[in-house]
């Protein structure tokens, strides 16, 4: 898995070397709601593709003795329909993503009892449609819908007793991306 990460960063930084036009940052305003640091980066390599990079983190507690934690990277390469951070973009993404669930109710992924402990990782990917709605010369709105396939390792437990759990593995089809994000242009 290492080798896929230096891979992909090699082709990153290669990329703004080699073309160094449009750069955006961005915050998906869908993470903001649920109270989850999020950032991302998007590099425009030319005027039909660019390279996105978004990651985020939720380390809280909600209310006690309920938890979500989790952490995502999300890199996906985009071809744009007309040209980069304009209209309508087709992508493809990959993810990596480590949580921790505590009685909650995740009906997406089958965790369906409140009364468990679950911890793991997912990773999987899957394909995208967005649309860039121009604001300004350098604001725009994103909204993005993926779906996808995901591979999820975990241990579930029940809360009164987390030393006795089971190592579990489930696959999953289904929504792997959602985002309404706020985007920043830099030239």
């Given amino acids: ?72 990277v999300q890199p996906e390469v985009r071809y744009w329909l007309r040209e980069s951070f304009n209209e309508h973009y087709l992508g493809a993404h990959f993810l990596y993503a480590g949580f921790d669930i505590e009685r909650m109710t995740l009906p997406f992924f089958g965790f369906t009892r409140k009364h468990l402990y679950t911890n793991g990782t997912a990773y999987g990917g899957g394909f995208s449609y967005g649309y860039h709605l121009y604001l300004t010369p350098r604001l725009n709105l994103e909204f993005a819908l993926g779906v996808g396939f995901l591979k999820l390792t975990y241990d579930k437990a029940l809360y009164s007793s987390p030393a006795s759990s089971d190592r579990l593995t489930r696959n999953y089809i289904g929504p792997t991306q959602i985002g309404v994000s706020v985007v920043y242009i830099i030239n």
């Fill in 1 to 72: 898995m290492s080798k896929l990460w230096v891979s992909l960063l090699f082709l990153i930084f290669t990329a703004f070397a080699a073309y160094s036009q449009h750069i955006a940052i961005k915050s998906n305003l869908v993470y903001d709601a649920t109270g989850t640091i999020n950032i991302g980066g998007e590099y425009a390599i030319n005027k039909a593709f660019s390279i996105n990079l978004s990651g985020n983190y939720n380390g809280w507690m909600l209310q006690k003795p309920h938890m979500w934690k989790h952490y995502l």
